[in-house]
């Protein structure tokens, strides 16, 4: 395909389809998102390459890609299924000559200030594309856990809640987080599932929006939101008299209006990989008289967020994809300093009471980001995740963007110069701007293909009904992988 770029689909709504999420069966939400500013990447164009200071402080310069409006996929899917890999594909197997591609690989490799994080984790031949799902393991998090198990929990036992910092754990790893996503410490609390913390932040934000006025009864969501995120608006809106309005995300500046209560939208769409526009949406929807909850599942670390710098009132993320948390991590929530007072959580608990253990029958919220807090916090997996985190101690989001820009500009042109010409489309934006840190192909026989690249080592995901879904993790991610997997995908191609 190196006569023409990788046909790229049409603009258009994004899907209505639902499916759970794949690859360890976490449930999760995401999709839109927000345009980045101050990332350190500008567009020389749409789409072109990254020439900002983002991309010379990683050390690595994204490739471009080419300009094209896109349309989003399908529902998604099932695993795709494991398997061993295979050794490594020659040139006579994929009857392309890699020689130009691979040497331009291994000079971006040389050339990645980030290469050294990837012996941060457990890792093997394999090249891991479905970080989007599921994080690999940081090697910090073994030792860190038994240490938990045989020390804290086995000798110290309950004296850990106060000698070991149990107790105000999801503060402090909240804090953590909250670096990754733009926001000052006290705003951001770990716990519970991103399920339970949308439920928390869309109903305690029509409560807020209806103090400003009864007649905000609608509640607006992203109508290609992860399936979860949908349920659970339209769960609230019964429960607080709203009606749901589902509105395509690029629409919702427009949409929102004077009986808007709160916008539920999310900032990268999990299929397609679309970035949405954050400052834009947040500010349309605030010049409205109401408020916003992002999810953040697909973006945070990733890209930058900027919470604070662009006013966001709550939003709520997962931490098992690219903060690598591990499977069923604690979930987060962010309340902005400004609506902590007014924060009137639906899920009241011991743990967010403002003095938790004088066991009054009558309810007094805590001050602060405490209020997101409902139990007793999973130690073990919070634990875990603050492990995982020390992995982000030096290194800024801003790099790891421009390195996610640079991986996929490349693997889109090793796509096109491998890939048999029509086989693959991509739904995933070119522009800078609107990418996150995942390619979606349209292919025809995406199950079986996806399938084959897992037996030959090459593991991404498939959203049915036709989409190949790759997501490309900076800290661990080289771009010979990147490479040698759009060869692999090249030869399946050839031979299906």
């Keep these: 395909m190196s006569d023409a770029t990788i046909p790229t689909e049409s603009a258009g ?47 690595v310069e994204p ?36 020689a130009a591609l691979t040497d331009e690989a291994a000079r971006l490799d040389a050339a990645d200030r980030l290469r050294a994080k990837r012996d941060a984790f457990t890792l093997d031949d394999v090249i891991y594309l479905d970080g989007n799902s599921l994080g690999a393991l940081p ?59 949308v439920f928390k932040a869309v109903v305690a934000a029509v409560r807020m929006a209806q103090e400003r006025g009864a007649h905000r009864d609608q509640i607006l969501v992203d109508e290609a939101t992860f399936p979860t995120d949908g349920y659970i608006a339209e769960s609230a809106a019964r429960m607080t008299g709203c009606t749901l309005r589902p509105v395509a995300a690029g629409d919702i500046p427009s949409a929102v209006g004077s009986r808007t209560a709160v916008a539920l939208v999310n900032h990268v769409d999990y299929r397609t990989g679309r970035l949405h526009d954050l400052p834009g949406t947040t500010a349309a929807v605030h010049a409205a008289g109401a408020l916003v909850v992002w999810d953040l599942c697909h973006s945070a670390g990733a890209l930058p ?6 006013g966001v009132d709550l939003a709520v993320g997962c931490t098992y994809k690219y903060l690598n948390g591990g499977p069923g991590a604690p979930a987060y929530l962010y309340v902005a300093r400004a609506h902590q007072p007014g924060f009137d959580s639906p899920l009241p608990g011991w743990n967010s009471h403002a003095d938790p253990f004088g066991m009054a029958s009558a309810y007094t919220p805590a001050d602060g980001a405490v209020r997101g807090r409902v139990g007793t916090p999973d130690i073990l997996s919070m634990l875990a ?50 990418r996150g840190s ?49 060869r692999v995908l090249a030869a399946v191609l050839k031979e299906g």
Aim: hydrophobic content about 40%; proline content about 6%.
């Design 13 to 59: 709504a994004e899907p209505n389809g639902t499916e759970a999420e794949v690859n360890g069966a976490q449930a999760e939400s995401a999709g839109a998102g927000a345009e980045v500013t101050g990332a350190g990447t500008e567009m020389n164009g749409a789409g072109a390459e990254v020439t900002g200071a983002g991309a010379e402080s990683a050390g």
């Design 63 to 98: 490739t471009g890609t080419r300009p094209a409006p896109t349309e989003s996929a399908p529902a998604e899917s099932a695993p795709a299924g494991t398997g061993a890999a295979e050794p490594g594909l020659t040139e006579d197997e994929t009857g392309l000559p890699p």
């Design 139 to 197: 090697r910090a998090v073994p030792p860190r856990l038994a240490d938990v198990v045989a020390r804290e929990w086995g000798q110290l036992r309950i004296r850990s809640w106060e000698e070991s910092g149990w107790w105000t754990a999801p503060e402090r790893i909240g804090d953590r987080v909250g670096r990754l996503v733009g926001a000052a410490p006290g705003q951001v609390v770990v716990g519970d599932s991103t399920s339970v913390n």
């Design 305 to 310: 967020v900027g919470l604070d710098a662009h």
């Design 385 to 434: 995740l603050e492990a995982a985190l020390e992995v982000w101690d030096d290194v800024t989001i801003e790099d790891v963007r421009a390195k996610s820009l640079a991986l996929t500009d490349f693997f889109l042109r090793c796509v096109e110069d491998y890939a048999p010409a029509g086989r693959v489309r991509s739904l995933t934006p070119a522009a800078h701007t609107e």
């Design 438 to 486: 995942q390619v979606a192909l349209r292919c025809a026989d995406a199950g079986e293909v996806m399938a084959e690249l897992v037996r030959r080592g090459v593991v991404g995901d498939f959203r049915r009904p036709d989409v190949l879904r790759f997501g490309f993790t900076p800290l661990y991610t080289g771009f010979a992988e990147v490479e040698r997997a759009a």
